[in-house]
């Protein structure tokens, strides 16, 4: 095929640019915003973020959470509460699928909230699981506190999980709590990551 000059292509109406992008919707990497991230270089009860109304410009936060614990079993439930509060203010719901069945559970008076669950100690060395954690409005006094969770992981069990829950209570959330539910530790190497989400 030969060249064709553009004066003589039938083009009645072009710009002359530089920007490959141009006459494109801006680029727009999303809001979110990283704030803190903690790796754990020894096994750890619990981990904590506070001073968390330092982030009030964000509109919701969110906890990405990869790690695996201490419990000698194939899994562990995580569980978070808000300022320090285990008083019984907390429900949740919670969908589980390990690829031929679907189970589901719920609480509507708890001393936490609990999330999806994390391999424990009887899984292959070096599996870690993955979970998000949306906490919708955390600086609102107006409203109760809302969480979902997205997670699972691939071992000798297979499990996606997905969880919504909520702290009865209208106070703005400063602290947030992670901890095994039943007592263990999160294994060195465990990592959380603090997001803003404007």
């Known amino acids: 095929m030969g060249v064709v000059k553009l004066s003589t292509a039938g083009i009645l109406d072009y710009s002359k640019t530089s920007n490959f992008l141009s006459g494109n919707a801006p680029l727009s990497l999303g809001a979110f915003d990283l704030l803190e991230t903690t790796t754990l270089t020894s096994s750890a009860s619990s981990v904590t973020f506070s001073g ?5 410009g964000y509109k919701h936060l969110q906890i990405r959470l990869v790690g695996r614990t201490t419990r000698t079993a194939s899994n562990e439930d995580v569980s978070i509460t808000f300022n320090s509060d285990t008083s019984t203010s907390y429900t949740y719901h919670s969908l589980q699928g390990d690829g031929s069945s679907v189970t589901s559970s719920s609480a509507g008076t708890n001393s936490s909230t609990f999330a999806v669950r994390l391999p424990g100690n009887n899984e292959a060395a070096n599996l870690f699981g993955s979970q998000v954690w949306d906490l919708l409005d955390f600086s609102s006094t107006s409203k109760n506190t809302t969480i979902r969770v997205l997670g699972g992981f ?38 959380f990551s603090l997001i803003g989400v404007k």
Not at 52 to 56: D, N, P
């Open 154 to 191: 691939v071992g000798s069990i297979f499990r996606i999980q997905l969880t919504s829950g909520a702290w009865l209570n209208t106070a703005a959330v400063t602290t947030v709590g992670l901890t095994p539910s039943s007592g263990n530790n999160f294994i060195t190497g465990s990592r």
């Open 52 to 56: 968390l109304g330092a982030y009030s």
